[in-house]
């Protein structure tokens, strides 16, 4: 069973929008917190956006202004609206989560979705 599963990627050209979803299993807590982290082939994965159930966000410089995060609680779903995409958001963009401050990573982590931004 899936912990994780993500939702919303695809093909768009340069300019356009797309939102991700994520819904995370009633069997695992992302109490903590949900985030967006994002992949290209022979890179580092790196972080895009941080959600905390607090109510606290964080962006990486890259999407700042251009990216919003939201969480849906009763849902168990957060959301990466994606506007103004540039070629170079283009990756494999994972969900994740914490389910306790006390990790200084994501502990649960999903498949990816493929989110693809021609010119």
């Known amino acids: 069973q899936e912990e994780l599963v993500e939702s919303g990627g695809g093909s768009v050209q340069a300019g356009g929008s797309l939102r991700l979803s994520c819904t995370h299993s009633?069997?695992?807590?992302?109490?903590?917190?949900m985030s967006w982290y994002r992949q290209v082939p022979r890179k580092e994965r790196e972080f895009v956006s941080a959600?905390?159930?607090?109510?606290?966000?964080t962006y990486a410089d890259s999407v700042k202004g251009r990216f919003t995060i939201s969480l849906d609680n009763a849902k168990n779903t957060v959301y990466l609206q994606m506007n103004s995409l540039k070629p170079e958001d283009t990756a494999m963009y994972y969900c994740?989560?914490?389910?306790?401050?006390?990790?200084?990573?994501?502990?649960?982590w999903g498949q990816g979705t493929q989110v693809t931004v021609s010119s």
């Open positions: 009633r069997h695992i807590s992302c109490e903590y917190d």
């Open positions: 959600a905390r159930a607090r109510g606290t966000t």
């Open positions: 994740a989560c914490r389910d306790s401050g006390l990790f200084s990573s994501p502990n649960y």
